[in-house]
């Protein structure tokens, strides 16, 4: 294989439809809410990516067959809305790679009828603790206002973003759609499930559809536990090493 190819299982096309990009990134939280969404909305698998850009191995499965290396989209019912949810295994591993599957989703998001991108990914602020924040960039300023009800922030997220949480809406914007980027603070450091159930909120909010978050308020509740800990540990390390004392935990990466 010399180029990324999709390979489609449904050829259906939708009206108006929103994409949702979860793929593994800082904190896994992207990919948490997509997961989550799949097995919450019963979605449905409809294509298949693979690509000479992902790393050069197999899986070994539990029932003794191989299984590649793979993105994966799912179609389901949101309210009113179709979503596309494009999850998978990774991303791209280099800049050319990144550059190639952004454009082939794009087009096969135009095809099928897609027509806003939205990504969902971590920020990472080095720092523990809770009052976790999420925010936002656009492509287009007319979706601010709807996005700020919602509490969520503009403005205040600084440098640059990485993979496909940016590149994909970059991308849609030259194909003529709309592109949201979704960030949820995070440590960075460890799966944060509390900021991805975060992240389902302000997503759920702004398509105005249900989910169940039992599921992710336990996954979160669990890793709390384990974050009470790491903070515990920390502490001790501090008071016994006096010139890291007057330093503020949350920046202890």
Same mark, same amino acid.
Do not use: W
């Given at each position: 294989?010399?180029?990324?190819? !999709?390979?489609?299982?449904?050829?259906?096309?939708?009206?108006?439809?929103?994409?949702?990009?979860?793929?593994?990134? !800082?904190?896994?939280?992207?990919?948490?809410?997509?997961?989550?969404?799949?097995?919450?909305?019963?979605?449905?698998?409809?294509?298949?990516?693979?690509?000479?850009?992902?790393?050069?191995?197999?899986?070994?499965?539990?029932?003794?067959?191989?299984?590649?290396?793979?993105?994966?989209?799912?179609?389901?019912?949101?309210?009113?809305?179709?979503?596309?949810?494009?999850?998978?295994?990774? &991303?791209?591993?280099?800049?050319?790679?990144?550059?190639?599957?952004?454009?082939?989703?794009?087009?096969?998001?135009?095809?099928?009828?897609?027509?806003?991108?939205?990504?969902?990914?971590?920020?990472?602020?080095? %720092?523990?603790?809770?009052?976790?924040?999420?925010?936002?960039?656009?492509?287009? +300023?007319?979706?601010?206002?709807?996005?700020?009800?919602?509490?969520?922030?503009?403005?205040?997220? %600084?440098?640059?973003?990485?993979?496909?949480?940016?590149?994909?809406?970059?991308?849609?914007?030259?194909?003529?759609?709309?592109?949201?980027?979704?960030?949820?603070?995070?440590?960075?450091?460890?799966?944060?499930?509390?900021?991805?159930?975060?992240?389902?909120?302000?997503?759920?909010?702004?398509?105005?559809?249900?989910?169940?978050?039992?599921?992710?308020? +336990?996954?979160?509740?669990?890793?709390?536990?384990?974050?009470?800990?790491?903070?515990?540990?920390?502490?001790?390390?501090?008071?016994?090493?006096?010139?890291?004392?007057? &330093?503020?935990?949350?920046?202890?990466?």
């Amino acid at each position: 294989m010399k180029d990324s190819k !999709i390979f489609e299982i449904s050829s259906k096309k939708y009206k108006d439809a929103y994409l949702i990009v979860g793929l593994p990134g !800082i904190g896994l939280i992207g990919k948490t809410v997509a997961d989550h969404l799949i097995k919450e909305l019963n979605a449905k698998k409809i294509a298949d990516l693979y690509s000479p850009h992902f790393p050069h191995q197999v899986f070994m499965t539990g029932s003794g067959t191989l299984r590649a290396i793979k993105n994966e989209f799912y179609h389901a019912k949101a309210g009113k809305n179709d979503l596309i949810i494009l999850t998978g295994d990774v &991303q791209a591993i280099t800049s050319p790679g990144q550059y190639e599957i952004s454009g082939i989703i794009v087009e096969y998001c135009k095809k099928i009828g897609v027509k806003t991108l939205i990504t969902l990914g971590g920020y990472s602020s080095g %720092k523990l603790g809770d009052n976790k924040r999420v925010f936002a960039l656009v492509t287009d +300023k007319e979706l601010i206002p709807k996005l700020k009800k919602l509490g969520i922030i503009f403005g205040k997220a %600084k440098g640059s973003i990485v993979g496909a949480a940016g590149m994909l809406p970059i991308f849609g914007k030259l194909a003529g759609l709309k592109g949201i980027c979704l960030l949820g603070e995070t440590h960075g450091a460890y799966v944060d499930v509390a900021s991805a159930k975060d992240l389902l909120i302000a997503l759920s909010g702004y398509l105005k559809f249900k989910v169940d978050l039992k599921q992710m308020d +336990k996954k979160a509740k669990e890793g709390e536990q384990m974050l009470k800990k790491i903070e515990e540990e920390l502490k001790r390390t501090m008071i016994q090493t006096p010139e890291f004392s007057k &330093q503020d935990v949350s920046y202890i990466r």
